[in-house]
């Protein structure tokens, strides 16, 4: 029996739908009932946005001249460009990729479809061969999937295409350029248009997405349509019950937390929305063209006592670093890599016990479930109500128990003919312990971690 706690408390809503409460509100006030939805697994999430790169075309190279021709008066478009490789090689990707697969690494890697017009990914690559292409592709599929989330980052990260010829526009003003389109207002259908240009390119080439990256200024003249064209383009070309995207990024004391947009309740089923998912810091390995100096020391020191990761982390916020794809290559040397390296290794020296690695879209679905999860409590029970399933939902909740089953109907109200399927959570000794499937008692609380399914989920407490 509790020690206190659930036993006094009223149901606060009715279990019939997710659909009520706005979700820029709380779904409960955790001071009425005491319950909280912690962290996933009572850790702080980390991850690592990967921008601008693609497969073998060094992007830093060939953005360079168009930027430039674009921008003649910056000089930061005015860099030695022809020196540089045609090429970031996929055997970079391997070492990569292998060492955070290591280290438990995860995140988003941008995979531009039609990379700076040298060529279109699901046709032809000029200066490799198909087969290079071909493989290059897999490496991709085989390698990063598993950890990493794929998103278009627009079509070419450079010139804006002409959606009814499939060429560039002829002239190189800001205005045709992506990282700035558009500059003037466009409707939700056409910018959703443009998104899934971009969507079924990779498609084309077997490459799952559940979400887009914005190129630089892209889309932030028509920032209230945005989040619905993602959502229509996303929901359109890959049918995912829960779209994200990336292109904002949390400075100061600016709230990280995911977002949710483009909210619109459906009666009786899943609402539609999109989470907008925040980096946390700014891009210090090597620049986005590979040629800047790495400070690395900006996201961790060598002890992890400061830098923006650092600071993340004992706030408890989500730790969401980001840099650029050349910045990771510099040019052959791998400085940008190399100081990543260090980063990871003094977070994990510190917080590997506080901290879980996770994929952009983990971190999108496990904010969604926590803001929009309906959860009422009765008598040493609670039931929730939620509109997506979510790996590792941990729950907090007052007093002392020694059992807690967990039943799940996959439904918004059990009926006698579903299947309901009971759980017993195992007890841990640890917080530090606590995966799905358990239950931590500390001293006043019980902190349950468990697959939530979408639809109805008790919680019995013994």
Same mark, same amino acid.
């Given at each position: ?20 409460? &706005? ?27 990967? +921008? ?134 466009? &409707? ?64 100061? +004391? ?17 609402? !539609? ?59 052959? &040397?791998?400085?940008?890599?190399? !100081? ?45 109500? $939620? ?45 530090? $312990? ?29």
């Amino acid at each position: 029996m509790a020690a206190g706690g659930l036993a006094i408390h009223q149901s606060i809503s009715p279990l019939t739908s997710w659909a009520g409460p &706005s979700p820029k509100a709380p779904q409960q006030d955790p001071n009425s009932t005491g319950i909280q939805v912690e962290l996933p697994r009572g850790r702080v999430p980390l991850s690592f946005i990967i +921008d601008d790169s693609t497969c073998l075309v060094n992007m830093g190279k060939f953005c360079m001249p168009q930027f430039a021709a674009t921008y003649p008066q910056r000089a930061d478009y005015q860099k030695p460009w022809q020196e540089w490789p045609d090429e970031i090689p996929d055997s970079f990707v391997r070492e990569f990729g292998e060492w955070c697969a290591e280290h438990g690494v995860k995140g988003k890697y941008s995979i531009v479809p039609y990379p700076a017009c040298v060529g279109w990914l699901d046709r032809v690559l000029p200066g490799w061969s198909q087969q290079q292409l071909r493989e290059s592709i897999q490496l991709v599929q085989k390698l990063m999937l598993p950890n990493w989330d794929i998103h278009p980052e627009m079509i070419t990260h450079t010139r804006v295409i002409d959606l009814k010829t499939g060429r560039p526009f002829q002239d190189y003003s800001p205005a045709r350029m992506e990282n700035s389109y558009p500059q003037q207002d466009v &409707s939700v259908d056409y910018l959703a248009s443009y998104l899934a240009y971009a969507l079924r390119i990779l498609k084309n080439c077997d490459l799952p997405c559940e979400g887009i990256t914005t190129p630089g200024g892209f889309g932030s003249r028509v920032k209230d349509k945005l989040p619905h064209a993602v959502l229509e383009a996303v929901r359109d070309v890959y049918s995912v019950d829960l779209p994200h995207y990336f292109k904002y990024i949390a400075e100061g +004391d600016e709230d990280p937390h995911p977002r949710v947009e483009a909210f619109h309740a459906r009666d009786g089923g899943t609402p !539609d929305l999109v989470m907008n998912v925040l980096a946390g810091t700014g891009d210090w390995f090597g620049g986005w063209d590979g040629a800047e100096e790495s400070r690395g020391s900006l996201y961790s020191n060598e002890d992890a006592t400061s830098g923006r990761m650092v600071e993340l982390i004992e706030k408890r916020q989500p730790a969401i670093m980001l840099c650029h794809w050349p910045g990771m290559y510099c040019g052959g &040397s791998k400085e940008g890599f190399h !100081d990543f390296q260090e980063v990871v290794i003094a977070l994990e020296k510190r917080f590997a016990n506080q901290t879980l690695w996770m994929k952009v879209s983990e971190i999108a679905r496990y904010w969604a479930a926590k803001e929009l999860t309906r959860i009422s409590a009765t008598n040493n029970a609670v039931q929730l109500a $939620a509109p997506f399933a979510c790996p590792a939902f941990t729950l907090s909740l007052p007093g002392r128990f020694s059992k807690v089953v967990v039943t799940q109907s996959g439904h918004p109200e059990p009926r006698q003919s579903d299947s309901v399927e009971k759980i017993s959570l195992r007890p841990v000794r640890s917080l530090t $312990a606590l995966q799905p499937g358990c239950f931590f008692q500390s001293e006043d609380r019980c902190i349950s971690c468990f697959d939530l399914p979408a639809g109805r989920t008790d919680l019995e407490l013994q």
